[in-house]
């Protein structure tokens, strides 16, 4: 997916940017309002992530001039207040939703992923291999023209296989994407997903291979 | 919970004393004057007259065969008739020697020469009498002869006349007393009327209205409300600064802390050794754990405030409810967990939404932390004999022995384990039910899991 980054702090733009590029996304930055402006009439985004203090101008009246201008972007903002009376007030301005600095990055994606698809569920961004049609947004598989339903850590963990084919996840990688960082997780709950996502997979040309000691891998035969 | 002032007297009974008083004041003054002119303008009546009457009778009075003769005409006597009944004395003398007429009337000796007539009040017999003594030189032939008249009259009409003087006059003067009294309390209930005025407007705002004061006071008020509005708009002012340091200084805090989770994050992606990975594990979790901390911290601090100065609106639980589900369904999802709402259709309440909103997040927040995965967690709202909105999960439930404690601040029951969390979930939750008049129940269910009922 293709998101604009409107952040005024260098380290942190950086730091989110690269964290998203890690999971194949396209991320351009705009360190200004202006410069934010200047990007949206150029380009095509799929989603807008917008800080609200920013040093040419509060979000929220960029946002509210934006909407008003007939921008269609799905925007979550980027908040580091926590008063709630704030984030209400953001929504009401024409966001669809807004996470609190810091955030976890499974829960901006999830939250991404909740706005797509509460926004007419666009398809565009279907993943293909071999026999096998990913929605990461609808959330579902098609294997030879049948659908399933994923649940979320299902879907998770497919996503992270199809962005990289042929690369060998460790049971502790797959764990940290899968479960939040105060959960304790046994590496049976790992096996647990892993072979529920196998049995959706069953029927098609693409399987999941264990490589004893070193974790699993996504195969297209 | 505000401090009140102290007070000393009453502007209104110090107004109304000062007015009723002085209108007391005046109406006694007013009293005296008319009773004593019209005792002044009766006696000159009378004395007029004796006057008259004393001088037709002298009018007569002449020397005939050196003898002096006074014919006391009859219209000088007609003319002393009274209602009354009034008695009639007299007495003639001659040189100081008398004549005729009542013995015991004596001339009045006038002091001053050239007047001719004296008045004088005196008693003949126990009786008070109005007297006039007046004299006449007569010349004859040979002789010059003094002729003096003392003529003395009852007061019984007149007394009657005073009389009825002094009754009209109290009348006046007490109704002049109640009506300026009237019009004392009027006019002191109008100035103390325009100050309760002012006063309800300040009442009546709520707690955020700090915009000054636009409506039209009289002009003595005016030094009060320009002191008011300068105070407000200081007040407005040093609150907005306040509320913009706060909002900086989390702007300050939470972005590098961003920053260092993402980056953490990121690592975390790249890094394949185990103690390694371990301890960015550790950081990302100390970092969510403070910013909750700080966030619920900043969240309890704003919720105290509100439930001190609760301003109710018309919401419907089950939207409220329905939106929150809505908002924190992504998490949810994330631990594979479905958020649904039931219970009634329609929930209408009058209560602070935000103050609600944030209880019941707090509540699911729990619920999702303790949820197992693949779970429901249910946000029922119901009406019935009370309204209450239950959380219930299907996971281990609250600890028996604990749960009385649990929702006191920084409180965590013994089962929490790893889950990140500050102690003030709870808290917050109860303190919002408490400021609707409710409270927050801790059960668990007889199916299992917890259940959390708000009260309200």
């Known amino acids: 997916m293709k998101f604009l980054l409107v952040e005024d702090n260098q380290d942190l733009a950086n730091a989110v940017a690269s964290r998203m590029r890690l999971d194949g996304h396209v991320v351009d930055h705009a360190a200004e309002l202006e410069d934010a402006s200047a990007f949206i009439a150029t380009g095509e985004y799929d989603l807008i992530l917008l800080d609200i203090m920013l ?9 509210r001039q934006h909407r008003a201008n007939g921008l269609d972007t799905p925007v979550i903002v980027l908040t580091a207040r926590s008063q709630v009376s704030d984030r209400i007030g953001s929504l009401d301005l024409g966001a669809d939703d807004y996470v609190t600095k810091p955030f ?12 797509l698809r509460r926004r007419s569920g666009s398809a565009q961004t ?30 998770r963990l497919l996503e992270m296989f199809l962005n990289a084919p042929g690369r060998v996840f460790s049971k502790h990688k797959l764990a940290d994407r899968l479960f939040s960082y105060n959960e304790d997780v046994s590496e049976n709950a790992i096996e647990v997903y892993v072979g529920r996502l196998r049995k959706h997979l069953e029927k098609s040309d693409v399987k999941i291979t264990t490589l004893r000691g070193l974790g699993y891998r996504l195969d297209h035969e | 919970m505000s401090d009140s002032p102290t007070i000393s007297g009453s502007l209104r009974n110090r107004l109304a004393t000062i007015l009723i008083g002085g209108a007391a004041l005046l109406a006694l003054l007013l009293f005296l004057a008319v009773r004593n002119y019209a005792v002044q303008v009766a006696q000159q009546g009378q004395d007029d007259i004796l006057m008259a009457s004393v001088t037709s009778m002298l009018d007569t009075a002449a020397i005939r065969d050196g003898s002096v003769e006074v014919d006391l005409p009859y219209a000088a006597l007609a003319m002393l008739d009274t209602p009354a009944d009034d008695r009639v004395f007299y007495a003639i003398y001659r040189d100081g020697k008398f004549l005729s ?52 009259q009852t007061q019984d009409a007149l007394a009657e006349t005073l009389d009825e003087i002094r009754r009209n006059t109290t009348l006046l003067g007490l109704a002049f007393f109640v009506l300026a009294a009237a019009l004392s309390f009027w006019a002191t209930s109008f100035a103390v009327g325009q100050l309760n005025k002012l006063t309800t407007s300040v009442t009546r705002r709520g707690p955020q209205d700090l915009s000054p004061f636009k409506k039209p006071v009289p002009q003595e008020m005016g030094p009060l409300v320009r002191s008011l ?8 002012h040093s609150l907005s600064q306040s509320e913009d340091f706060i909002a900086e200084a989390a702007h300050r805090v939470r972005t590098p802390l961003a920053t260092v989770r993402s980056h953490a994050e990121t690592t975390l992606q790249r890094v394949d050794r185990e103690e390694n990975r371990e301890a960015l594990r550790s950081m990302i979790r100390a970092i969510d754990e403070s910013s909750r901390a700080a966030g619920q911290l900043l969240d309890h601090a704003m919720i105290t405030f509100r439930a001190d100065h609760l301003e109710r609106e018309k919401i419907d639980l089950v939207e409220l409810a329905q939106d929150l589900a809505v908002r924190l369904s992504p998490i949810a999802e ?43 967690i249910e946000i029922g709202v119901h ?24 929702h006191t601040r920084f409180k965590r029951g013994r089962n929490a384990g790893d889950a990140v969390g500050s102690g003030l979930g709870l808290t917050i939750a109860a303190d919002v039910a408490g ?10 269910h007889p199916e299992g899991g917890a259940c959390a009922i708000l009260l309200l």
């Open chain 1, 104 to 115: 976890d990055h499974a829960e901006l994606e999830a939250r991404c992923r909740a706005v």
């Open chain 2, 101 to 152: 007429g009542h013995e015991d009337l004596a001339v009045a000796a006038s002091s001053d020469a050239e007047r001719r007539e004296v008045f004088s009040t005196q008693a003949i017999r126990g009786t008070t009498v109005r007297q006039v003594s007046a004299r006449r030189i007569l010349i004859g032939a040979s002789q010059r002869v003094e002729v003096q008249i003392a003529l003395a």
């Open chain 2, 383 to 406: 009406t019935g004999s009370r309204l209450c909105i239950v959380v219930r999960d299907k996971g281990p439930g609250y600890p028996l022995d604990e749960i009385g404690q649990l």
């Open chain 1, 126 to 155: 279907t993943v293909e291999m071999g026999e096998v049609v990913f929605d990461p947004v609808a959330g579902h598989l098609s294997v030879g023209g049948e659908t399933i339903d994923l649940r979320n850590r299902e879907l």
């Open chain 2, 435 to 444: 400021a609707h008049g409710g409270s927050l129940e801790l059960t668990n």
């Open chain 1, 55 to 63: 040093p040419d101008g509060d979000g929220r009246t960029f946002l």
């Open chain 2, 334 to 376: 994330m631990k594979d967990l479905s958020l649904s709402v039931c219970g009634d259709e329609n929930a209408p309440y009058a209560g602070d939404p935000i103050l609600i909103q944030n209880a019941v997040r707090n509540l699911v927040d729990n619920a999702m932390k303790y949820g197992p995965a693949d779970s429901d």
């Open chain 2, 229 to 236: 509005n300068s105070l407000m708009g200081r007040l407005d």
